[in-house]
């Protein structure tokens, strides 16, 4: 909301209303909405994959082996559904599971990173959970079954293991993943993280699973298959065992050692009380272990068992018998350790670490050096309701995008295969969000989706940029013209949701979906009529090549059950006219073909299919743009009639220059403060101007949003306590002192934290206020308010209101609030923008008079606020390195732009005899004789 001397207006963020009543309906329904949408969810950030039976490993796992030796292996002993896991003879640590199919032999590579599998972009925590989920609840190919593993046909080697010739304290083991270990302990290792580290888990307990410092282990292939588990003692005969047992042990305590009369058999030792000790046989039989006339898996199978039995009468095997600090030395020694010079105590509880590591937070630094991208993005599963941030890091060469709690982790939530990957853009209306993407991962007949949202607009089309060619297919796809040369070619819809009719009587809260072959990209509102008028435009830019069609389905809308469908139409891209609107009505088929189609909606659209021609071929156009005056940016602003498209792509083709954002800004502000005579007409339209400045604040300001007022826009969010004042809003007699009050906390909080915060606003930004507060005062000297309000009218009206009202725009919550939350923001953002105006509420609210003395009580503080804020004398000097591709793309886009609208620029430019509109028409019509040529 803001005035300048005139009627008040109000903005949400992306759309200027001039009632505060049409603002509030249509945040309250967006908001109902999405709440709703998100509380039909399931709690829970990722699918977890259940424990599934699986064959023990011993029967599929064949160690490292080469693809044509497991060929051979499944064709000579298996049949259509046998399979193997092989680790790769090529590339050692990373495995592939070789299946024979009905129609012949396919092999699937594993990917391990962090102790890690994942398969297609699908996690799981070991080889044996991968093999049972897709032999029981899913498939890798279609109509066949992973049935029956093939056993090796000779002895596997092992996988590498390590032991702790020093103890370790993890640095800061619940963030970084490392673990702590004592000296002796024996670990399975998983990968090399990097030359440093290592990615272990202990033999004896696979919940401990981490980075293991390598400096601190040795190589340990040659111990016994159980060494490092707590109950395995090496080393010990018969009689030295007993004797053993019997001075450290309590009565069910034991021990298991190699048999000394039996290679591969294992003698446990149990402690009865009173001096006596009973030995018992374990056999080895073939992969399988025997005692009592029972057969286990392993050894450890064989404790568990006895743990729950009685393995004699009245006895349960119980703890394991401690291990002395004279036996563990005696142990090491055996494992070829220098204990007098590694070991410098081997006290449990005070383990220290005797060599120094190199520090954890220096690895992963080097790690982000090593990625192609890193960055925060806030993201959500398709089939799950939270939306959460993480730290992600892309692995270009692998084609795999891993993502992170936080940017000090070192073992992922998850990774993303791009190999297997598509990118689309996501439109703002889906998910009530701003600069989203989502990634859609088809592999192994199973389809996943993840949305993700950039803090900005620029860092989202890196990120696009960086990964669409990694992804299939890309979306930009290089194409030869007619004329052999290379150019990159561009696909997008507009597609305009006009109205309705006919609808059935079920359809009492229509709204659409529109989906491009069956995946989402935006919604419209929803309209309480079976007559609806939507009259909504969704522009959908790259669009992938392969994409044929689009579709509408016509939802209606359901407070308690799930959204119900009415019908759906189906529209062939290839059969629009470049470049045209088509304006169509279509019937709305039903899923079922049996059924008739009922009812109609009116779409009118337009495809795109442009091709962007090298850098040289827009070098007039671009030299015209670029003037330091910028008087053709003018001209063609009054012309456009989307000033806010145009604004935003001259925001990003100015990126390249030092301070060329800075200069644009400061140039059509300063234009339109001389152009006008009356206060109350200054900025107050959709010019080019403020669209600019809308623009360019939100682009540059949201990391100061989010470290000015995230914190406290959340614990509204999440705040138990109303704030309505609207007595019609309220029950009959209820007191409202204890919502004021609420209200007042929360005010006070909100505006300290914008009040302390102007160091932290950038200071390009602060330095164009500063130059609009310039410019005022050299026009009213004498009007002290519309200085102060030419500042705020922008830093509150366009960013600070709008980012309350829409947190979600703003990526400062993750959640939609709920209907009473987005209710207590509202007010919120009232009471700080009549503050911003220096205003208080009179009649048209009488309700709001309530807040008056907290207006009355911060104007000088806001007076100081502002004018501190408009402080920064000098232009600072902001560069970016844009691509010359980008540069191109932002061309493009301004001379399509021309050549749609150029019956009313050459009808301006007849009016006018502008030069600089003359030389446009000239630049525009050398780029339609250079797409002749390429074409």
């Not at 990173?113 to 925590?125: E, L, P, S, T």
């Not at 006919?502 to 659409?512: I, Q, S």
């Not at 979600?808 to 009473?820: A, E, G, I, K």
């Not at 953002?829 to 008056?852: H, R, T």
């Amino acid at each position: 909301m803001a005035s300048h001397g005139g009627d008040e207006f109000f903005t949400d963020g992306s759309n200027i209303y001039y009632d505060l009543e049409t603002l509030e309906r249509h945040i309250a329904q967006t908001a109902e909405e999405h709440y709703d949408e998100e509380e039909e969810g399931i709690d829970g950030d990722e699918d977890l994959v259940s424990e599934t039976a699986a064959p023990p490993e011993r029967e599929w796992y064949h160690g490292r082996l080469d693809r044509k030796t497991a060929e051979e292996r499944l064709r000579r002993n298996g049949s259509p559904g046998s399979y193997l896991v092989r680790e790769s003879d090529r590339q050692p640590g990373t495995f592939s599971l070789s299946f024979l199919g009905h129609t012949g032999i396919s092999h699937f590579r594993i990917t391990t990173y962090a102790g890690q599998y994942y398969i297609g972009g699908r996690q799981f925590y070991s080889l044996r959970e991968l093999i049972g989920y897709y032999a029981s609840r899913s498939r890798l190919l279609e109509n066949e079954v992973l049935q029956y593993p093939l056993p090796p046909t000779e002895e596997v080697a092992r996988r590498r293991r390590v032991i702790a010739l020093y103890p370790c304290q993890a640095q800061q083991p619940e963030l970084d993943g490392e673990i702590m270990f004592k000296v002796g302990d024996v670990f399975l290792v998983d990968g090399v993280f990097n030359d440093e580290y290592l990615w272990c888990t202990s033999v004896c307990d696979t919940a401990k699973s981490g980075l293991v410092p390598l400096a601190l282990v040795q190589d340990a292939n040659d111990l016994d298959d159980y060494a490092g588990y707590e109950w395995f003692f090496s080393g010990l005969t018969k009689q030295v065992a007993n004797e053993y047992l019997i001075d450290n042990g309590v009565p069910g305590s034991f021990l298991i050692r190699p048999s000394e009369v039996s290679r591969g058999d294992y003698s446990l030792s149990v402690h009865l009380g009173g001096g006596s000790v009973s030995r018992f046989r374990i056999t080895k039989d073939d992969r399988l272990y025997a005692m009592g006339g029972r057969r286990y898996d392993s050894v450890e199978a064989v404790v568990e068992h006895y743990r729950r039995s009685q393995i004699v009468e009245g006895m349960h095997l119980g703890q394991p018998c401690p291990k002395t600090e004279e036996y563990i030395r005696q142990e090491l020694r055996g494992s070829g350790v220098n204990v007098e010079r590694n070991v410098a105590h081997l006290d449990s509880d005070a383990f220290v670490g005797f060599r120094a590591r190199p520090a954890l937070s220096e690895v992963i630094s080097r790690r982000e050096e090593a990625a192609t991208k890193n960055g925060h993005l806030v993201k959500k599963a398709d089939n799950k309701k939270a939306w959460k941030e993480y730290f992600f890091s892309l692995k270009g060469a692998e084609k795999q995008l891993f993502f992170y709690e936080n940017e000090r982790q070192t073992r992922p939530k998850g990774m993303i295969d791009l190999s297997y990957s598509s990118i689309y853009h996501v439109h703002d209306s889906l998910h009530g969000r701003a600069n989203g993407f989502q990634i859609i991962v088809r592999a192994f007949n199973e389809v996943s989706t993840y949305y993700l949202c950039s803090n900005t607009v620029e860092d989202k089309a890196d990120w696009i940029s960086i990964l669409s060619p990694l992804c299939s297919p890309s979306k930009n796809y290089p194409g030869k013209s007619s004329s052999g040369r290379v150019t990159e070619q561009t696909r997008s819809l507009v597609v305009n949701i006009v109205d309705g009719q006919r609808m059935p009587r079920n359809a009492t809260r229509p709204y659409c979906l529109i989906s491009l072959d069956d995946v989402s990209m935006a919604r419209s509102q929803t309209v309480e009529s079976q007559q609806p008028v939507w009259e909504e435009e969704f522009k959908l830019e790259d669009i992938p090549p392969d994409i044929s069609s689009f579709s509408v389905a016509v939802m209606n809308r359901n407070k308690r059950i799930k959204d119900t469908f009415i019908g759906q139409v189906q529209v062939n891209i290839t059969s629009l006219p470049n470049r045209t609107h088509v304006d169509e009505w279509h019937e709305l088929r039903p899923r079922s073909k049996d059924k008739a189609a009922y009812g109609s909606i009116r779409i009118r659209a337009k495809f795109q299919h442009d091709v962007i021609l090298p850098e040289e071929e827009y070098r007039p156009l671009r030299d015209l743009l670029t003037q330091p005056d910028f008087a053709t940016v003018q001209e063609l602003g009054d012309v456009l009639k989307d000033r806010r498209e145009f604004a935003s792509t001259m925001l990003q083709l100015c990126r390249h220059d030092t301070s060329g954002c800075v200069r644009m800004l400061r140039t059509l502000t300063q234009a339109e403060i001389s152009q006008h005579e009356d206060v109350p007409t200054l900025f107050r339209g959709n010019t080019l101007a403020t669209s600019a400045m809308d623009t360019y604040m939100k682009s540059t300001a949201l990391s100061y949003l989010h470290a000015t007022i995230k914190d406290v826009v959340n614990e509204i969010v999440v705040l138990k306590q109303s704030c309505e004042i609207n007595p019609t809003r309220l029950e009959k007699n209820e007191d409202i002192t204890p919502n004021l009050k609420c209200l007042l906390g929360v005010l006070n909080r909100v505006i300290d934290r914008v009040f302390n915060s102007t160091g932290r606003v950038p200071d390009s930004l602060r330095y164009v206020l500063g130059c609009l507060q310039s410019g005022v005062t050299a026009k009213w000297p004498s009007n002290d308010v519309v200085q102060i309000r030419v500042v705020s009218g922008f830093f509150f009206l366009r960013l600070i209101c709008p980012a309350v009202l829409n947190p979600r725009l703003f990526n400062l919550v993750t959640d939609q609030p709920s209907p009473c939350a987005s209710r207590t923001l509202t007010l919120v953002a009232k009471c700080i923008q009549n503050l911003a105006n220096l205003v208080e509420f009179g009649a048209k609210e009488p309700y709001m008079k309530a807040v008056n003395h907290f207006i009355n009580d911060n104007k000088e503080r806001m007076k100081l606020f502002v004018n501190t804020l408009a402080t920064m004398p000098h232009s600072p000097v902001v560069a970016e390195n844009i691509k010359p591709q980008q540069a191109c793309r932002d061309l493009a886009n301004i001379y399509h732009m021309c050549v749609d609208n150029m019956a009313e620029i050459k009808k301006t430019q007849e009016k006018s005899h502008s030069a600089s509109l003359r030389k446009l028409m000239a630049a525009t019509e050398m780029i339609v004789k250079a797409e002749e040529r390429y074409r």
